[in-house]
């Protein structure tokens, strides 16, 4: 399909044209990339995601710059939603940065599509960065900030301080909190505590653990499971 005909079906196409033709973009590379900026400011909210997408698929990395820009102004939460999670596949420092600045969103889903994103791209430390999300009030965040945790494994350095034989040292700031999750007052995240210490095989979580199985019946299995 010729660049002028693709330019018709996208102006004057109904919504399934207009959608349809916008992907197809993606398979002519990052030339079209102008075109699926102008079109992330389309009325209707399917065609800029779906434009945000194709732009991602098309461009890659250089698809950060505009999309950065673009957030500025973006209020649809799914929209928002998307953009997290293809900056969660798009690994660079420019990627972490602006999911970090997620972290504190009212939106619960967005936090969580931040941290998951950030965990899975950060060329930098998370470290710190994730101890407010322990606090949190919402569970799920909560979840979420462990899973990190978990994931990062022993390859952040601003997590852990030193491997010590097959067990690992979490730095003092991050065990505390983590360690803390074990008494919270949500199940699950007193669970994913308890998983996220075990496989990661924290020094220092020895005698909370213990405390853990005592004062909670329900983490028993959990427990002996790690």
Same mark, same amino acid.
């Given at each position: 399909?010729?660049?002028?005909?693709?330019?018709?079906?996208?102006?004057?196409?109904?919504?399934?044209?207009?959608?349809?033709?916008?992907?197809?973009?993606?398979?002519?590379?990052?030339?079209?990339?102008?075109?699926?900026?102008?079109?992330?400011?389309?009325? +209707?909210?399917?065609?800029?995601?779906?434009?945000?997408?194709?732009?991602?698929?098309?461009?890659?990395?250089?698809?950060?710059?505009?999309?950065?820009?673009?957030?500025?102004?973006?209020?649809?939460?799914?929209?928002?939603?998307?953009?997290?999670?293809?900056?969660?596949?798009?690994?660079?420092?420019?990627?972490?940065?602006?999911?970090?600045?997620?972290?504190?969103?009212?939106?619960?889903?967005?936090?969580?599509?931040?941290?998951?994103?950030?965990?899975?791209?950060?060329?930098?430390?998370?470290?710190?960065?994730?101890?407010?999300?322990?606090?949190?009030?919402?569970?799920?965040?909560?979840?979420?900030?462990?899973?990190?945790?978990?994931?990062?494994?022993?390859?952040?350095?601003?997590?852990?301080?030193?491997?010590?034989?097959?067990?690992?040292?979490?730095?003092?700031?991050?065990?505390?909190?983590?360690?803390?999750?074990?008494? +919270?007052?949500?199940?699950?995240?007193?669970?994913?505590?308890?998983?996220?210490?075990?496989?990661?095989?924290?020094?220092?979580?020895?005698?909370?653990?213990?405390?853990?199985?005592?004062?909670?019946?329900?983490?028993?299995?959990?427990?002996?499971?790690?």
């Amino acid at each position: 399909m010729d660049a002028q005909n693709m330019a018709h079906k996208i102006l004057w196409g109904n919504q399934d044209v207009q959608l349809r033709t916008t992907r197809q973009l993606a398979d002519l590379g990052s030339g079209p990339s102008a075109i699926l900026v102008d079109l992330m400011e389309h009325k +209707d909210p399917l065609v800029r995601e779906t434009a945000i997408e194709t732009l991602f698929a098309a461009a890659g990395p250089s698809a950060i710059a505009p999309v950065e820009n673009y957030l500025k102004s973006e209020i649809d939460p799914d929209i928002l939603y998307t953009v997290l999670r293809k900056l969660g596949e798009t690994r660079s420092a420019k990627s972490q940065k602006i999911l970090e600045s997620y972290f504190d969103h009212e939106n619960e889903d967005l936090v969580i599509a931040a941290v998951e994103g950030a965990a899975n791209v950060a060329v930098g430390s998370l470290g710190n960065k994730l101890i407010p999300l322990l606090e949190d009030k919402r569970w799920r965040v909560r979840v979420a900030a462990l899973e990190a945790i978990k994931e990062k494994g022993g390859s952040d350095p601003g997590l852990f301080g030193m491997i010590r034989g097959r067990e690992t040292v979490l730095a003092p700031a991050i065990a505390e909190a983590v360690m803390r999750c074990l008494d +919270d007052s949500d199940e699950f995240v007193r669970h994913t505590a308890a998983v996220t210490l075990g496989e990661l095989k924290v020094f220092q979580a020895e005698q909370p653990l213990k405390n853990a199985y005592k004062k909670h019946e329900g983490m028993h299995g959990v427990i002996i499971g790690v």
